[in-house]
């Protein structure tokens, strides 16, 4: 589609507005995550791409010299192009990498050393991503650019893509929750702590107690999620119900890395289900700057957890050893 430069500029603008006040509000923990340091990249990159557009198409000229190179208006297309392609590349591959970051952080509990220690990774991945991104759009995709063949003063829009990576993300992973979670409401598993299957046979306790525990945990994963993100998906439904279509260089932006970052959050949750860390307080969840991600339980809950953690464990090892 067809888009006029001013108004492409302008959206890319308010992106870049949105992008950094985002970024401010998480400027607590924006380091000590994966999804943090991306979300600082795509800020940065954004903020060159606008400005280097902006400062073509207002210079009386119609062109400007960077680095030796003559940028016009045709230079503006193919960047916003370029950079939309990029984007799309990009979607699946940090969906990837946050998730298995939080998959290690709430089941192994993984904690880095220090803060520099964790942004240097986060950081080196991030280039990473950026460089394969780049690399798969020019040696390995069939990407071709739609540019109008006449003078670069004559040029007033630009055709852009579109993506709909992001409607597919959402659903895939939206299934994949409500899935885990019907799994873990109508099943009555063992406790997700990790603990041998020889202590769960021979403690007295009842599996109604335990699902009763996955359930809660469950529910109150979703409860969290939607009470955060509802409106927000209403209008994914709304792209998916009416013939609209997203812009690729608009696709990928902080708000939509936030999104997935408690998608993904609610999703590891529901996987793993880790009832007794949580119900002890010991779990460890990942900075998430919308959703406040803390569980209740009941008194019986936090009895049969402490009870379960102690004199019944003991027993069986020592029932264990004798046999």
């Known amino acids: 589609m067809n888009i006029s430069i001013p108004s492409l500029l302008l959206g890319l603008g308010g992106k870049c507005l949105l992008n950094w006040s985002l970024v401010f509000v998480q400027r607590s923990h924006i380091c000590k995550s994966f999804m943090g340091v991306f979300s600082v990249s795509l800020a940065v990159v954004d903020t060159a791409l ?8 207002i210079h009386p000229d119609g062109f400007v010299v960077l680095l030796g190179l003559q940028l ?5 297309c193919l960047l916003v192009q370029i950079f939309g392609q990029v984007y799309s590349a990009l979607q699946w591959p940090v969906v990837v990498v946050a998730g298995l970051e939080h998959f290690c952080i709430i089941s192994l509990r993984l904690q880095p050393a220090t803060v520099r220690v964790r942004w240097f990774v986060c950081s080196l991945v991030t280039i990473l991503l950026w460089y394969f991104a780049v690399l798969y ?5 069939n990407f071709i650019p739609v540019l109008e063949d006449m003078s670069h003063y004559q040029i007033h829009q630009c055709w852009v893509f579109h993506t709909p990576q992001i409607l597919q993300v959402t659903i895939v992973l939206l299934f994949l929750t409500l899935g885990f979670a019907a799994l873990h409401a109508g099943c009555p598993p063992l406790l997700s702590c990790h603990i041998p299957q020889l202590f769960l046979n021979n403690l007295p306790l009842k599996n109604q107690s335990r699902t009763h525990l996955r359930r809660s945990v469950v529910h109150q994963t979703l409860s969290i999620f939607l009470n955060t993100w509802a409106l927000f998906l209403a209008f994914l439904a709304v792209l998916l119900l009416l013939p609209l279509v997203i812009p690729a260089y608009l696709s990928l932006n902080v708000a939509w890395l936030c999104f997935i970052n408690s998608l993904l959050i609610g999703v590891v949750l529901c996987v793993l289900c880790p009832a007794s860390q949580l119900a002890q307080g010991l779990a460890a969840v990942p900075p998430d700057s919308f959703c406040e991600w803390r569980f209740k339980f009941n008194l019986a809950a936090e009895d049969y957890m402490k009870q379960f953690q102690t004199g019944h464990i003991l027993e069986v090892v020592k029932l264990t050893v004798e046999a």
């Open 72 to 76: 016009s208006r045709y230079h503006i």
């Open 137 to 141: 759009l020019f040696r390995l995709s």
């Open 50 to 57: 606008t400005l280097v557009g902006t400062t073509i198409y």
